[in-house]
């Protein structure tokens, strides 16, 4: 969505400590990737509780109060290295950077695993053939294992656009990518009747 809150440089920056830890400790326990699947969640109800991302970073707020509330909300639905590393971080005072904790663990756990997430954006849904073929030129662009993360925008009208963190992928680069949008155009110019040609491009953060 566009007015959701992103993390900065620096939150992320400073929520890295954080997340290494949490993922040191995951590591441990063989749970590195449900945590992530936690943080995920954990940024989405943030998405529809914004009462909750404010709570969580008032100053009005004392930690005492804080902290008793994160136990009551969570101690039952939440790994204990999640909820143990929300507390270390109220205790601190970084309570309000959930997001940019989620986005450093993301990037920690894609640099220890050799992935990548890739943001897609298609007017038209992938079919599997053409998801398959996607992740393959983009591993092959970044020399990663890419995970797709898909969205359906119709105004695009054809094409598509990727972001790869702050990497651009345009299809002066990656031939296999050009061959993908032509895939696109053809079908979103059968499913709208408009044949504009986009270019595979990506969005600075």
């Known amino acids: 969505m566009s007015d959701t809150p992103k993390p900065n440089e620096q ?10 830890s949490a993922f040191g400790l995951a590591e441990e326990q063989g749970a590195t990737e449900s945590l992530q699947n936690e943080l995920e969640e954990l940024v989405k109800l943030l998405d529809r509780e914004p009462g909750l991302e ?35 971080m109220n205790r601190k005072g970084r309570s309000g950077l959930v997001r940019a ?3 450093a663990y993301r990037q920690e756990f894609e640099d220890r695993t050799g992935q990548v997430s890739v943001s897609v954006r298609t007017a038209v849904a992938l079919t599997e053939a053409l998801r398959q073929q996607l992740q393959e030129a983009t591993s092959k662009f970044t020399g990663r294992e890419a995970s797709l993360i898909e ?3 119709e105004s695009l009208i054809g094409g598509m656009i990727l972001q790869v963190g702050d ?25 709208s009747r408009n044949d504009q040609t986009y270019f595979v491009e ?4």
Request: proline content about 1%; overall charge negative; charged content about 35%.
């Open 54 to 88: 404010r709570f969580l970073s008032s100053p009005l707020v004392e930690t005492g109060e804080r902290r008793q509330m994160l136990d009551r909300l969570f101690e039952e639905e939440m790994s204990e290295v999640l909820l143990d590393t929300l507390q270390v």
């Open 151 to 153: 969205t359906v925008d």
């Open 202 to 205: 990506t969005s600075s953060e």
């Open 11 to 20: 939150e992320i920056a400073v929520a890295r400590v954080y997340a290494r």
């Open 101 to 103: 904790l989620a986005e």
């Open 167 to 191: 990497q651009k992928i345009d299809s002066s680069v990656a031939r296999e990518l050009r061959q993908l949008e032509n895939q696109l155009l053809d079908r979103a110019s059968h499913e």
